[in-house]
């Protein structure tokens, strides 16, 4: 599981590290029952505060995407299955046509937002 | 196009000697013969003491075999020396990881020390018998024998010198994948790979001591031995793998062995597949013959890391693309 913080980016550390968790979900690369990395190994490797990754994994688990077990840590839950992979080739379908007419992110992210309402 | 650098820095790469040879040749060959010379003398010495043709073999209702004196002590050069021999040849030749001149500490000393302890064990417990059927049981003898290669291996484990830091003097090379990350970002890779689902080992190793019980209608040595196998096997079969700022890192649920390549030691990390039977004689942490060293918990996907003083290290984990790109990028950047 690939996690990049963008220190510059508006939203806060736990929201991008539970946005990059769902994706990876999204994009079929968390299958269900799979564990997550302990949070204790994640804050450490991120050089974050443990309680920002609780935090995300949380949000996470509000969400219906983890289950928090003790003992057993963050655990994919059965849930989360649902193939998304058609709706994450769409969004890369998506970000490759907006680069290749030269929209700013900004303004595909309105269009899409617009869409969704 | 320029001239491909690769003969030469594959030339540089292994002109630099094998280190700590002096160690190596001390853990793995002196100090293994000179237990085994000790225990041949020790033997000599208690000859006219014991019976002739000596007890050999113990089963559930006490001695049951004998052999002669010279069959019974040929075990200690037959098993310790080719273990010693091949033990230093590999770490003399190939130890260029501190792992593999650990492993062959551990190989050469528990080996000696086994048929060593087995040997004054089996002898001692028939010390002043006239005949070798009344040769005494050796329950507290065998323990010993159990104990002492396990205590003697890891002591030698530990002594062995380690690989002192050594950051990479060369560049990432461009060719090596690479992967976008935000300026000034921390980023981390995280992956868990499991040997096989620890309830298959809890069944197995409860299975083993059954068995190991019922035939030799004890409890304590198949207790203690199943104990001891479920503590190695659980502590070393499931591991995460991680790389981040620090580098890479695989660790299981015992805190040591672990596996660690400081990212100023990394040259440059590519996917390759691995065949653990074939290239690394078995599962779990492994030196393979070539000196590659890695955790190997299933045969495929596998990242390898050129570290720098000619080492490579593996380790088998799905996604290993990303692990290698992530790698080369969190270096090159570190790097400047």
Known sequence: MLIRLDPSAPEPIYAQIAAQVRSA???????PGERLPAARDLAESLQ?????????????????????????????????????????DAVQALASTARRLGVPPETTLALVKEALR | MTPTPTPARAAARTAAPVPHRAATTLLTLVVPLAVMVATVALALAWRDRLPDPVASHWG???????????????????????????AWWFAFAAGRSAL???????????????????????????????????????????????????VVALLGAWATPGDGPAPAASPVPDTAPRLPLPDGGQAAWLRRVDWVHPGVIVALVVGFSAFMGAVTRSWWFPVTVGVFLLAVLLGLSGWTVTVDARGLVAKARLPRPRLVVPLDEVEHAEVVTVHPLREFGGWGLRVGLGGRVGVVVRSGEAIEVTRTGGRRVVVTVDDAATAAALLNTLAARARG
């Open chain 2, 100 to 150: 593999s001149r650990r492993t062959a500490a551990a190989v050469a000393l528990w080996t000696s020390t086994f048929t060593c302890a087995l040997t004054v064990v089996t002898l001692s417990a028939q010390l002043d018998v006239d005949h070798w059927s009344q040769a005494r049981d050796l329950d507290g003898g065998l323990a010993l024998t159990f104990a002492v290669p396990v």
């Open chain 1, 25 to 31: 979900a999204a994009r079929g690369e968390l299958e």
């Open chain 2, 60 to 86: 559930p209702d006490g001695v049951d075999g004998a052999s002669s004196f010279a069959g019974l002590l040929s075990i200690v050069p037959l098993l310790g020396l080719p273990a010693a021999v091949l």
């Open chain 1, 48 to 88: 974050v505060n443990l309680h920002t990754v609780l935090r995300a994994y949380q949000e996470l688990r509000d969400a219906g995407l983890i289950e928090l077990r003790r003992g057993r840590g963050a655990v994919v839950a059965a849930g989360a299955a649902r193939d998304l992979a058609p709706l994450a």
